[in-house]
Every structure is written in structure tokens, then in C-alpha cells.
T-cell receptor, first 113, second 113 residues
Framework: QKEVEQNSGPLSVPEGAIASLNCTYSDRGSQSFFWYRQYSGKSPELIMFIYSNGDKEDGRFTAQLNKASQYVSLLIRDSQPSDSATYLCAVKMDIQGAQKLVFGQGTRLTINP | DAEITQSPRHKITETGRQVTLACHQTWNHNNMFWYRQDLGHGLRLIHYSYGVQDTNKGEVSDGYSVSRSNTEDLPLTLESAASSQTSVYFC????????????FGPGTRLTVT
């Protein structure tokens, strides 16, 4: 079974610190990786995507990908209370001959003022 | 502005009734998707479509159907609603044929009593 695993949390981080969210995936052939943010009662919002090994930075967010270890992470620098949300990792996988987006269960992040 | 909308936002129905959830996008995206989100399961793919007259089953398609008669709409029908189908349903769309970078609608909360 092809899976995406995340620690469900909650992960509690003080304001101004770095929040680190982790995700592992089972399909070694996966090429596309996404991070979505979901506020309580709202829909998922795409915040980052990464296709190549290494780091990709966008403002306070950095996505890190290590295909050899089948590991993708999201770092949030200078965490703000507005970053409190559930973060969903999603991986594009080949399932029965079709490319499909498989989501992890999400990590609930709380930023404490 | 282009957007993706869902209706109704909340629905309560009885077991055995047929229910249709609407999804409409104005981005002219070819790809559209239906997911359900439940505690402990994350987002799971129900059905998806890569264009007009194209529909495909996802991982939890039993009891659901979709039709794609135009680019803008992908209605989701529950043929005979069951209590196990109580969930939050999200529609999403993407431009690229691989389905990368999906954008989600606001969701429909469905309760089957």
C-alpha cells in the first residue's frame, strides 16, 4: 500500500522559533511533493511544492526533499500565531497506472505567543 | 476573479436518499477531483476527471458517482446515502494534466442521519 506518513502532533512551537514538520513516503518513484496548510474549518491551501532534491525557499517557508531517504520536510522560520494550522504533506504517486495525489493525515501545529 | 465553489456548504440528509453535491470552477481547468476528509483518514480521493466526458474512480469510490458534461462542473452524487458517508467533501481542480498544484473549494459538510 502506498502511503504518506506524518506525525499528527500537536506540535507546539514558541512564537519566533523555527517549526519543523516532517513527512515520509513509501513510493521510491515519486517525483512531486506538496505542502498544504489547512486552518480549522477551512479548505487546504497549497503553500509549497518541490520536485528536486535539496531545499526550496519561499519567504519564511523552506521545503526540503531527500529522495534517497524518502523524506520531505517543511521549515517555518520566525513562526507566527497565524501559522497555527494543520499542515498536510501530499505526494504524487503511481497507483494502478495513474498518477494520484496521496495525502498524509496532517500535523497540527500550534504557535504559542 | 476565477474561483472554485461548492454547494451546498452544509447538508443534512436521511439514510437511503440520493444526494448531489455541486462543484463549479471558473479557471477553465481540465482536471477536477473529489475528496472526503475524515478524522484519522486525512484526505481520500473519491473520483476524478481529466476532461469533459472523462471520469475515473479513486480509492473510496463505492457508493459515489460523478459526471462531467462541461469543463466547469463536476457534481458528486451519493446514490443511496449511508451514515458512513457523513464527512466533509472537498472539490479540487488543477490545470496541469498530471494534476499537480491542486486548488480546493471551500468544502461541503454532509451529515447522514
Amino acid at each position: 500500500q502506498k502511503e504518506v506518513e506524518q506525525n499528527s502532533g500537536p506540535l507546539s512551537v514558541p512564537e519566533g522559533a523555527i517549526a519543523s514538520l516532517n513527512c515520509t513516503y513509501s513510493d521510491r518513484g515519486s517525483q512531486s511533493f506538496f505542502w498544504y496548510r489547512q486552518y480549522s474549518g477551512k479548505s487546504p491551501e497549497l503553500i509549497m511544492f518541490i520536485y528536486s532534491n535539496g531545499d526550496k525557499e519561499d519567504g519564511r517557508f523552506t521545503a526540503q526533499l531527500n529522495k534517497a531517504s524518502q523524506y520531505v520536510s517543511l521549515l517555518i522560520r520566525d513562526s507566527q500565531p497565524s501559522d497555527s494550522a494543520t499542515y498536510l504533506c501530499a505526494v504524487k504517486m503511481d497507483i494502478q497506472g495513474a498518477q494520484k495525489l496521496v495525502f498524509g493525515q496532517g500535523t497540527r501545529l500550534t504557535i504559542n505567543p | 476573479d476565477a474561483e472554485i465553489t461548492q454547494s451546498p456548504r452544509h447538508k443534512i440528509t436521511e439514510t437511503g436518499r440520493q444526494v448531489t453535491l455541486a462543484c463549479h470552477q471558473t479557471w477553465n481547468h481540465n482536471n477536477m477531483f473529489w475528496y472526503r476528509q475524515d478524522l484519522g483518514h486525512g484526505l481520500r480521493l473519491i473520483h476524478y476527471s481529466y476532461g469533459v466526458q472523462d471520469t475515473n474512480k479513486g480509492e473510496v469510490s463505492d457508493g459515489y458517482s460523478v459526471s462531467r458534461s462541461n469543463t466547469e462542473d463536476l457534481p458528486l452524487t451519493l446514490e443511496s446515502a449511508a451514515s458512513s458517508q457523513t464527512s466533509v467533501y472537498f472539490c479540487a481542480s488543477s490545470e496541469d494534466w498530471t494534476g499537480d498544484e491542486q486548488y480546493f473549494g471551500p468544502g461541503t459538510r454532509l451529515t447522514v442521519t
